[in-house]
């Protein structure tokens, strides 16, 4: 198994910055693909930005130029460098894995909320 764990989440005003960190433990050779997504009220799960294992970006079009996803596969972790946020940004963030074996995974992290004030 694999459990992810977030941090860094809070408050900050419209224009300032935070930097969200997930910590994977486990069965991290599973580990695959690595990624944040965010889940405001009312709204559907988003994919946020994702990082292959030799780390390749990709981005949601409204957070590219802002935000900066990056991992260490030795400490077994993945970050989310968030510049420049808006009250539109506000959400529950949550980490995710995928697998490298379809018969396992993916894997969630259990959140960490990000509100944004204007």
């Known amino acids: 198994q694999v459990q992810l764990v977030e941090s860094g989440g809070g408050l900050v005003q419209a224009g300032g910055s935070l930097r969200l960190s997930c910590a994977a433990s486990?069965?991290?050779?599973?580990?695959?693909?690595m990624g944040w997504y965010r889940q405001a009220p009312g709204k559907q799960r988003e994919l946020v930005a994702s990082?292959?294992?030799?780390?390749?970006?990709n981005y949601e079009n409204s957070v590219k130029g802002r935000f900066t996803i990056s991992r260490d596969n030795a400490k077994n972790t993945v970050h989310l460098q968030m510049d420049s946020l808006k009250p539109e940004d506000t959400a529950v963030y949550y980490c995710h894995a995928g697998s490298r074996w379809l018969h396992l995974g993916p894997y969630w992290g259990q959140g960490t909320q990000v509100t944004v004030s204007s």
């Open positions: 990082i292959s294992r030799d780390g390749s970006p």
């Open positions: 486990g069965s991290t050779v599973t580990i695959n693909i």
